[in-house]
T-cell receptor
Framework: DVKVTQSSRYLVKRTGEKVFLECVQDMDHENMFWYRQDPGLGLRLIYFSYDVKMKEKGDIPEGYSVSREKKERFSLILESASTNQTSMYLCASSLWRGTSPLHFGNGTRLTVT | GQQVMQIPQYQHVQEGEDFTTYCNSS?????IQWYKQRPGGHPVFLIQ?????EVKKQKRLTFQFGEAKKNSSLHITATQTTDVGTYFCAGFGTDSWGKLQFGAGTQVVVTP
């Protein structure tokens, strides 16, 4: 069974801090994704990666960056956290680009004060 | 850009009743996926539809993909308390390969 592990379930950070959210998958999936989930807005794609060291912007990349140095690990970076980045962050992975289902981690609820 | 819209946003259902949630895209989709997120949980993949007009069933759940591949629906019969959660549709646009666009979801509350 695919396991996608996010490093923290809950995180509280201060405005202006640099924040790292880590995600690891154990099924050798090619693709990895970062979404944020807000009430009434569904899941919005921040960044995705279809290969090591490759990244593509999603719909809301502003204020975020990502890193994929190894196939199993995809990190989301908030360069300077702001209160409007308070949200639930979901990492996901999939086997193939375009048709495979996404396997999600349990999410990280980030609060920026 | 591609947008995926779901209606209704909320659905209150009496146990045993049927209901349908709808998903509409502004552009043609190459395929559509449905996910369920239980309260406090993460989205879990339910099914994928690929062909125009395709209908698939999972027990009491019936999924349909429109002929024009721009809309989809999920119909649940004889709703049970285990159906509580938020149902998301998500589609790959024909020109946005790799970018799965999610709808805002339909939150389902079941009254015993």
């Amino acid at each position: 069974d695919v396991k996608v592990t996010q490093s923290s379930r809950y995180l509280v950070k201060r405005t202006g801090e640099k924040v790292f959210l880590e995600c690891v998958q154990d099924m050798d999936h090619e693709n990895m994704f970062w979404y944020r989930q807000d009430p009434g807005l569904g899941l919005r794609l921040i960044y995705f990666s279809y290969d090591v060291k490759m990244k593509e912007k999603g719909d809301i990349p502003e204020g975020y960056s990502v890193s994929r140095e190894k196939k199993e690990r995809f990190s989301l970076i908030l360069e300077s956290a702001s209160t409007n980045q308070t949200s639930m962050y979901l990492c996901a992975s999939s086997l193939w680009r375009g048709t495979s289902p996404l396997h999600f981690g349990n999410g990280t609820r980030l609060t920026v004060t | 850009g591609q947008q995926v819209m779901q209606i209704p946003q909320y659905q209150h259902v009496q146990e045993g009743e049927d209901f349908t949630t709808y998903c509409n895209s502004s552009t043609t989709l190459s395929n559509i996926q449905w996910y369920k997120q239980r309260p406090g949980g993460h989205p879990v993949f339910l099914i994928q539809l690929v062909k125009s007009g395709e209908v698939k069933k999972q027990k009491r759940l019936t999924f349909q993909f429109g002929e024009a591949k721009k809309n989809s629906s999920l119909h649940i019969t004889a709703t049970q308390t285990t159906d509580v959660g938020t149902y998301f549709c998500a589609g790959f646009g024909t020109d946005s390969w790799g970018k799965l666009q999610f709808g805002a979801g339909t939150q389902v509350v079941v009254t015993p």
